[in-house]
């Protein structure tokens, strides 16, 4: 009977790793699309977001979209820029803040490394005109993005830890494992994982942060998430981590029916919107567009959204709703 089930599984496992190098294959070739056909009109804002994240940050089929695209778009709106305005620049956990540095974004919506939370916007503040401390659980603080995982053998680079000002968070996250559907069960216990071999993206923090709550696992970083999904399915890796919503819209935009998510909390990640540091007024405008989001519903139309693309379900806990 195993001797049966052996092969299949390795089948299945190949597929999908074709599956998976032709849309890596696809997303290189796409690192400086605009986000429009032809010349922008009028002044311009450059915003820097993921292009290898579905339904988070995703390049597909000629648009960007996904959820960090959507507030991205309501947040560029919200400072007078038309959709038209907007030139969307690809970034990676690691050359996001040096896009801020050498003036090629002036924003970057994506996620923050792992450990650093911003000054989160939840519903219970949206209209007040303040920031709002989230609570230990999503280790929030104000001020330039300073990780709490930085440090001595830390992924995070300095121009990520210092060259960055915290404008605010939208989305609170918790960091988890991706796993061949047929290993989920198995490592869903922390014993289970020891010497297991763990995928995570250069600059995320998501090294420091595994090591931390999994000594005993070997983590491997890599430059993008369709090389941690290729390690994977080659079997260079056991597991890619990252936080649940990047994951689960990897799952179903790469992975099909082959992966899924062990759902145990490792440490919490958050979505948020950085500035070049010292621009306090741009990040004060933008926080304000942050609340105006929560205020008239368009946040909670982008989370359906979200969860409906990649199946993912915003942590009401984390996120202060309800």
Not at 32 to 42: I, L
Not at 93 to 106: F, I, V, Y
Not at 169 to 181: G, I, K, N, T
Request: with cysteine; net charge neutral; glycine share 14%.
């Amino acid at each position: 009977m195993a001797g049966r089930r052996r092969p299949g599984r390795f089948g299945r496992r190949c597929a999908a790793a074709i599956a998976v190098l032709a849309l890596a294959g696809s997303l290189a070739a796409c690192g400086a699309t605009p986000a429009y056909v032809g010349a922008p009109d009028g002044p311009t804002i450059a915003i820097g977001v993921a292009v290898d994240e579905p339904g988070v940050g995703w390049w597909h089929d000629g648009r960007f979209s996904g959820f960090d695209v959507t507030v991205a778009r309501y947040v560029a709106d919200a400072l007078g820029y038309a959709d038209k305005q907007i030139v969307f620049t690809p970034v990676t956990p690691r050359t996001a803040s040096g896009l801020l540095g050498q003036g090629r974004a002036d924003l970057l919506v994506s996620a923050l490394p792992v450990g650093e939370s911003g000054r989160f916007v939840d519903a219970r503040d949206a209209g007040n005109g303040t920031g709002n401390d989230a609570g230990d659980e999503a280790g929030n603080r104000s001020g330039s993005v300073s990780a709490s995982t930085a440090g001595p053998g830390s992924d995070v680079p300095e121009d990520v830890r210092d060259g960055a000002e915290d404008a605010g968070s939208y989305l609170v996250a918790p960091q988890q494992l991706l796993v061949h559907r047929d290993d989920v069960r198995t490592m869903a216990s922390m014993g289970s994982l020891a010497g297991k071999v763990v995928c995570t993206v250069l600059g995320s923090g998501g090294a420091a942060a595994l090591t931390k709550a999994l000594p005993g696992v070997v983590v491997r970083p890599r430059p993008s998430y369709p090389q941690c999904l290729t390690a994977l399915m080659v079997g260079e890796a056991d597991a890619v981590s990252a936080d649940g919503a990047v994951l689960a819209g990897l799952a179903r935009g790469y992975g099909g029916d082959y992966l899924g998510i062990v759902r145990r909390p490792l440490a919490s990640v958050a979505h948020g919107v950085r500035v070049k540091a010292g621009n306090a007024r741009l990040a004060r405008k933008v926080n304000e567009a942050l609340r105006a989001m929560r205020r008239d519903g368009s946040w909670a139309r982008a989370v359906r959204t979200l969860e409906e693309e990649t199946g993912y379900r915003v942590e009401a806990g984390l996120n202060g709703v309800g």
